[in-house]
């Protein structure tokens, strides 16, 4: 009896390293790590959470991200905005404090942000029917193209902000206002 002990110990303790051991084979590092931006726009607390997927030489606007389709920003799970009280985009899209998914519109004339209330998904799945409201956003070409994908909220002195995507030689822009 006690030699079966040993051997179902045995037995155990090779499987165990041997599942680990082909676990950490699997497992690769993300090609678009994961990051979080924060900031405090008028007392407001504001955290994104994307994959940042980079360039890698390939042509982005009208290609990888194509125009006229919806594009969820980032990679692997969706990528997230929280808030602990309400935002207001453009002056017209109401964001209530909570956890919301970004999503956007991108075309070679007109890029819009979307907001949505579906959260928990994958960066290939979209249901418009969870929509909070989509506006548009301001494009500036940039001179030094961000290799990798980016989120940026910024304060304006005045009170208020900007919310911003950036990658490849463009950034989106689209104020924000706070309401409590």
């Known amino acids: 009896m006690r030699r079966f002990g040993w051997t179902l110990a045995l037995t155990a303790a090779?499987?165990?390293m041997g599942t680990v051991a082909a676990h950490a084979r699997w497992q690769r590092p993300r090609v678009s790590p994961r990051d979080t931006v924060k900031a405090t726009i008028d007392t407001c607390n504001i955290t994104i959470e994307y994959g940042r997927p980079y360039k890698r030489g390939r042509v982005i606007w009208g290609s990888l991200v194509p125009w006229n389709h919806w594009w969820m920003p980032g990679a692997d799970e969706s990528s997230t905005i929280t808030t602990d009280a309400t935002i207001v985009f453009a002056s017209s899209l109401t964001m209530p404090a909570g956890t919301h998914t970004i999503y956007t519109l991108p075309g070679d004339e007109e890029f819009k942000l979307i907001i949505s209330k579906d959260v928990g998904?994958?960066?290939?799945?979209?249901?418009?029917?969870?929509?909070?409201?989509?506006?548009p956003m301001t494009l500036k070409k940039i001179a030094d193209p961000a290799e990798q994908l980016t989120f940026a909220v910024e304060p304006h002195e005045g009170g208020g902000g900007v919310f911003k995507l950036i990658w490849d030689d463009r950034e989106y822009s689209v104020p924000i206002t706070i309401h409590r």
């Open 121 to 135: 998904t994958f960066h290939t799945q979209y249901h418009p029917n969870q929509d909070l409201g989509r506006v």
């Open 14 to 16: 090779v499987v165990t």
